[in-house]
Nanobody
Framework: QVQLVESGGGLVQAGGSLRLSCAAS????????MGWYRQAPGKQRELVAV???????NYADSVKGRFTISGDNAKNTVYLQMNGLKPEDTAVYYC???????????????WGQGTQVTVSS
């Protein structure tokens, strides 16, 4: 079993920044990657960024150059630094654990409760 808790969301103006955190606990040894997803109402959940325990990363084209994912293996925690936020970034952001090899990420069925990010114009 894996438990995931996201935090750090909030309301910001366009161009602002937020730093999200996701703390994982439980049986995380089976996974070598963590990912950030987001979902807006009426839209599919989309992968935003992933990071492996070895430090490899990958990003959705829509956030490249603006978002940075990082992890602290000792704390089983992943972060998402979001700069230059746009209204289209508004969504509930979720993290999960999974398997990350090369450029491919396979998510597990473990998800956090999500944290709301709202970017105003």
């Amino acid at each position: 079993q894996v438990q995931l808790v996201e935090s750090g969301g909030g309301l910001v103006q366009a161009g602002g920044s937020l730093r999200l955190s996701c703390a994982a606990s439980g049986s995380t040894f089976s996974y070598n990657g963590m990912g950030w997803y987001r979902q807006a109402p009426g839209k599919q959940r989309e992968l935003v960024a992933v990071v492996s325990t070895g430090g490899g990363t990958n990003y959705a084209d829509s956030v490249k150059g603006r978002f940075t994912i990082s992890g602290d293996n000792a704390k089983n925690t992943v972060y998402l630094q979001m700069n230059g936020l746009k209204p289209e970034d508004t969504a509930v952001y979720y993290c999960n654990v999974g398997w990350f090899w090369g450029s491919r990420y396979q998510s597990s069925d473990y998800w956090g409760q999500g944290t709301q990010v709202t970017v105003s114009s």
